[in-house]
T-cell receptor
Framework: GQNIDQPTEMTATEGAIVQINCTYQTSGFNGLFWYQQHAGEAPTFLSY??LDGLEEKGRFSSFLSRSKGYSYLLLKELQMKDSASYLC??????????WGAGTKLIIKP | DTGVSQDPRHKITKRGQNVTFRCDPI?????LYWYRQTLGQGPEFLTY????????KSRLLSDRFSAERPKGSFSTLEIQRTEQGDSAMYLC??????????????FGPGTRLTVT
């Protein structure tokens, strides 16, 4: 079966750095997405990786290792507004998105 | 374009009733997706359309669920004989896809369904 694993919840301090990991086992691979979802709102796109390596976009970076079935989202200079759930999603061989359950990130002052 | 819109935003219904939700995607997007999301879980794929054609439907989806996308524009999701287990947020997303690439899905605000 297809499976995506993320930690359920993480806590970090304002101004710090946090890394959210995602491991996946899917039928084929055509890219990995990270989305942010604030409570009660729809997911919004953060990043996309299809080749191995690091993609940097402002305070957010995403890393992919296809051989390990592994990705992480790195958030720097954390702000209170970063408190949200972060969803990892993999596009499989049929170009369908398989979603993880999300990691709830709690930022403390 | 203001993005993906969904109507209604909230729906409370009694068990056994039928409900219909509407999604208006971003106008130039050819793909439209329906997801269901419960608290603490990621979106669960229900079905998707490429233009007006329904290309895939989740094998786990009950026959009580049906979706249409007439003329490849807006879409409707109907749930017949609702059950309490249908209570969830129903999300619609659209994307413009023409092959490989980083075609992100843009989500609407969702319709929160409560079945009493």
């Amino acid at each position: 079966g297809q499976n995506i694993d993320q930690p359920t919840e993480m806590t970090a301090t304002e101004g710090a750095i946090v890394q959210i990991n995602c491991t996946y086992q899917t039928s084929g691979f055509n890219g990995l997405f990270w989305y942010q979802q604030h409570a009660g709102e729809a997911p919004t796109f953060l990043s996309y990786n299809v080749l191995d390596g690091l993609e940097e976009k402002g305070r957010f970076s995403s890393f992919l290792s296809r051989s390990k079935g592994y990705s992480y989202l790195l958030l720097k200079e954390l702000q209170m507004k970063d408190s949200a759930s972060y969803l990892c999603a993999v596009r499989d061989q049929d170009y369908q998105l398989i979603w993880g359950a999300g990691t709830k990130l709690i930022i403390k002052p | 374009d203001t993005g993906v819109s969904q109507d209604p935003r909230h729906k409370i219904t009694k068990r056994g009733q039928n409900v219909t939700f509407r999604c208006d995607p971003i106008s130039e997007h050819n793909r439209l997706y329906w997801y269901r999301q419960t608290l603490g879980q990621g979106p669960e794929f229900l079905t998707y359309f490429q233009n007006e054609a329904q290309l895939e439907k989740s094998r786990l989806l009950s026959d009580r669920f049906s979706a249409e996308r007439p003329k490849g524009s807006f879409s409707t999701l109907e749930i017949q004989r609702t059950e309490q287990g249908d209570s969830a947020m129903y999300l619609c997303a659209s994307s413009l896809e023409a092959g490989e690439g980083d075609y992100e899905q843009y989500f609407g605000p969702g319709t929160r369904l409560t079945v009493t």
